[in-house]
C-alpha cells in the first residue's frame, strides 16, 4: 500500500522556521520517502513531526528534487538521524552555486544564523539524469526532465 501525504506551506507556524514549505512524504509498506526538508534544521523537526502525527512509520529516506533552500537546507537534521539523503547530481551542483544567495536571504530576515553552520548537501549523489530506486516493495523513478521553476529541478515519479 502506498499513502501519499502532501504538507504545503502548512508548517510555516513561525517565520523563526524559516520556510518549512513544500515538503511531503510517501508512506510505503516500511516507511516514509521525505521530499524536502524545510530551508533549516527547525523547519525538518517541524515536518518530522507533522509527519509522526500521520504515520508511526520510520522516515527512510530523504529525497532532494529542487535547489532552493526549502527543497534541501534541513538535510542536516536528517542527515545527523542517519537517514540517506539522495540527490542528482546536477541538482547538488546547483545547491551549492546558490548557497550565498540563499544565506543572504536568510540574513536579510534575520535568520541566517539558523542555517550558515548546519548546511549539508545529499550524500547519495546520483550522476545521471535519471535514478530507479525501490523504498521496500515500492519503486520511484526520480528524473531531470528540464529546468522548471529553478534551474535543475527533478520529478520524482513511480513508474
Not at 69 to 86: C, E, L, P, Q, R
Request: charged share 25%; hydrophobic share 45%.
Amino acid at each position: 500500500m502506498l499513502r501519499f501525504t502532501l504538507f504545503i506551506a502548512c508548517l510555516l507556524s513561525s517565520i523563526s522556521t524559516a520556510f518549512a514549505a513544500a515538503a511531503f512524504e510517501l508512506k510505503a509498506e516500511k516507511g516514509v520517502l521525505l521530499v524536502g526538508t524545510g530551508a533549516t534544521e527547525e523547519a525538518a523537526a517541524l515536518i518530522e513531526a507533522s509527519i509522526k502525527k500521520i504515520t508511526d512509520k520510520p522516515i527512510m529516506q530523504v529525497i532532494n528534487i529542487g535547489s532552493q533552500d526549502h527543497h534541501w537546507m534541513g538535510n542536516s537534521y536528517f542527515a545527523k538521524k542517519g537517514i540517506a539523503v539522495t540527490a542528482l547530481l546536477r541538482t547538488s551542483k546547483t545547491q551549492t552555486e546558490h548557497i550565498d544567495d540563499h544565506l543572504n536571504r536568510l540574513d536579510k530576515l534575520g535568520l541566517k544564523h539558523l542555517a550558515k553552520d548546519k548546511i549539508k548537501l545529499a550524500d547519495q549523489l546520483i550522476d545521471a539524469d535519471s535514478h530507479h530506486f525501490s523504498l521496500g516493495k515500492t519503486d520511484f523513478e526520480l528524473r531531470y526532465l528540464g529546468d522548471a521553476h529553478f534551474p535543475n529541478e527533478d520529478k520524482l515519479r513511480r513508474p
